[in-house]
């Protein structure tokens, strides 16, 4: 077996004895070469003290920590759901920001805080387990679905790794949703997510129903023409453990979301960065709110009227960050293009219509559009 190399980070230059940079065969556990083997993050920080693998240290025009703008946080729109509001303001509100920003932080959203806290203890519980346990959920190889537990999501340019391990499967509709990728430990794991979907429900419905005012449609029209009942939530769970080098690394690198919206929760830890007038900020952490990202098939149905954001993850150096993002998206089989309503002779088309199961391939295999 081949053991990678570590850059010394804090020299940022190669050390010249192959025999400092390798443990000796003899001293590797069973433990230790299954650890390479795998390569998941969190084995990767346990191993990794002061250095990071070559293959997490960023290019220089992505490393946070010389393209963060510092001491600046930048407060996204933040918007009041609760019932009592104008509901011309909350229209208003969601319209800007969702042409302008293409990100806000909603409040009062109706999903109780003890949900929500359940939900980030149980993901959190399942990341704690023995590394056997979590590869019983891995994405089996050669899967073109992206369920399941696992590291990489997408083709990298030149071989270069995210810090982040994660967990995805589908929590709506009930027919979509295959449970052989929800763990069973914890044992409570399945009923707080269930719970957590059932809420969710009103906070779509809402974001929907504005977006479609919005573009001058009925309330209704714009989720029909995302699928409608066929919408599927598919949830993510990314783990962020600490990192030595949180200057050289990113968690996910820059992206826009390739859903119609994506809703996020985030744990306490900061480490969401957007990208606004060319530069990138960190987005100020409220506590309790949700994330909402505007993604591209969204951007895509409106001819560009909303914008779909563009942002990436920091990591820390100290503590362990975790979100809990949940996609909006239609079936694989289902045609996305610019709604007939918003094109015309004076406003052409922006976008090709095609099916959404072959824009998520071309997406994450940087394939042209």
Known sequence: MRFRRFRDTQTQSERSQKGKDLKPAS?????????????????VASLSKEGIPEEYIRSEDEQPGSTTVQGGVLEVPTIDMRDDQDEEKLLRAIVEASKHWGMFQVVNHEIPAEVITKLQAVGKEFFELPQEEKE????????????????MLQKELGGK????????????????????FWP???????????????????????????????????????????????LVYLLKINY??????????????????????????????????????????????????????IGDQIEILS??????????????KEKTRISWPVFLEPPSDFEVGPHPKLVNEDNPPKYKTKKYGDYVYCKLNKIPQ
């Open 27 to 43: 001293a590797c556990t069973f433990s230790d070469m299954k650890k390479m083997v795998l390569e998941r993050v969190q084995d």
């Open 136 to 151: 019983v959920y891995a994405k089996p190889p050669g899967s073109q679905s992206i369920e399941g537990y696992g590291t």
């Open 161 to 180: 790794k995210g810090w982040v391990d994660h967990l995805f499967h589908k929590i709506w509709p009930p027919s979509a949703i295959n449970y052989h």
């Open 184 to 230: 069973k430990n914890p044992p409570s794991y399945r009923e707080t997510n269930e719970k957590y979907a059932k809420y969710l429900h009103g906070v779509v419905d809402k974001l929907f129903k504005s977006l479609s005012l919005g573009l001058g449609f009925e309330g209704h029209e714009l989720k029909e023409a995302a699928g409608g009942d066929e």
């Open 240 to 293: 962020y453990p600490p990192c030595p080098r949180p200057d050289l690394a990113l968690g996910v690198v820059a992206h826009t979301d390739m859903s119609f919206f994506t809703i996020l929760v985030p744990n306490e830890v900061d480490g969401l960065q957007a990208f606004k007038d060319g530069h990138w900020y960190n987005v100020k952490y409220i506590p309790n709110a949700l994330v909402i990202h």
């Open 303 to 316: 001819n560009g009227k909303y914008k779909s954001v563009l942002h990436r993850t920091t990591v820390d």
